[in-house]
């Protein structure tokens, strides 16, 4: 099932929608690994209102693969867009 009702924001589905949408990221995941054996691990982005750069209000979710070495400071991860949370 992939989740028709249109929402601002992925937080807004109903729990069998997220779950939906759970299921659809974890297919999609395998047949993207199973197209590249250099992925070694995934981000999975939502944003959630204006504040957190949402520019496209309606729920959507970014899977990306990632692989070693493809960017070259792993610390801080999300918190880099909050100064004072880029090293910890």
Request: hydrophobic share 40%.
């Amino acid at each position: 099932m992939i989740p028709r009702r249109h929402v601002a924001d992925g937080l807004e589905l109903h729990q069998p929608e997220w779950n939906a949408v759970v299921e659809l990221l974890k297919r999609r995941r395998e047949q993207l690994a199973a197209d590249d054996a250099e992925i070694s691990g995934w981000n999975v982005g939502l944003k959630s209102g204006e504040a957190a750069w949402q520019t496209v209000f309606h729920a959507h979710w970014h899977l990306i693969p990632r692989r070693e070495g493809d960017c070259e400071q792993l610390r801080g991860g999300f918190r880099g867009v909050i100064a004072e949370h880029q090293s910890y």
